[in-house]
């Protein structure tokens, strides 16, 4: 049995999770979010819990079991707290800044990229060098910053580009003298 499935999701005060057949749809104070249900998977929502189980042991079940619970627990997390991930801009002149609503990037490219997010996601330029990405739904957050990230990836002689906050970067010895 899937450890992380067969443990229940707790529904904190202020949300509601309702269950239509093959959908999830979880309400709170920051919004709404809703995803399919494998017909593999039971959802029971009992007093303050959603309990997810399995009716057997087939590969399908027990492959969306852990899946399903997670699944529905970030989306209790994201309606009630909300996920956020930050971007360090690492470089000489590389810097951020909001024009709007959309992110212009100087990035040592010989033009300013012009990044147009997502209506679900807000993103923050705290300092010049930092970029915030916080929305309610897990994946497009994590979707949205590692586009950001992919505009100009880390390198690893000098560390240059832009990077999770947190992130080591595997640094290369560059040339070394001959003889």
Aim: aromatic share 4%; net charge positive.
């Amino acid at each position: 049995m899937s450890r992380i499935g067969k443990k229940p999701v707790a529904i904190p005060n202020g949300v509601t999770v309702k269950q239509e057949p093959g959908l999830i749809s979880v309400k709170g104070p920051k919004g709404e979010l809703r995803t399919k249900v494998s017909e593999a998977i039971n959802v029971a929502i009992e007093q303050n819990e959603v309990v997810v189980t399995r009716p057997n042991d087939l590969a399908a079940s027990r492959a969306a079991h852990g899946l399903t619970r997670t699944l529905i627990s970030n989306m209790v997390q994201g309606v009630s707290e909300g996920f956020s991930r930050k971007l360090d801009i690492v470089g000489v002149g590389f810097r951020a800044e909001m024009r709007g609503t959309v992110l212009q990037m100087n990035l040592g490219y010989s033009h300013p990229i012009m990044f147009f997010p997502p209506a679900e996601i807000q993103i923050a330029v705290p300092t010049a060098t930092s970029v915030l990405v916080t929305g309610i739904d897990k994946q497009l957050v994590g979707l949205v910053a590692a586009k950001i990230r992919s505009f100009r990836p880390p390198e690893p002689y000098k560390g240059k580009g832009v990077k999770y906050e947190g992130e080591e970067i595997r640094r290369k010895a560059g040339k070394s003298a001959g003889k």
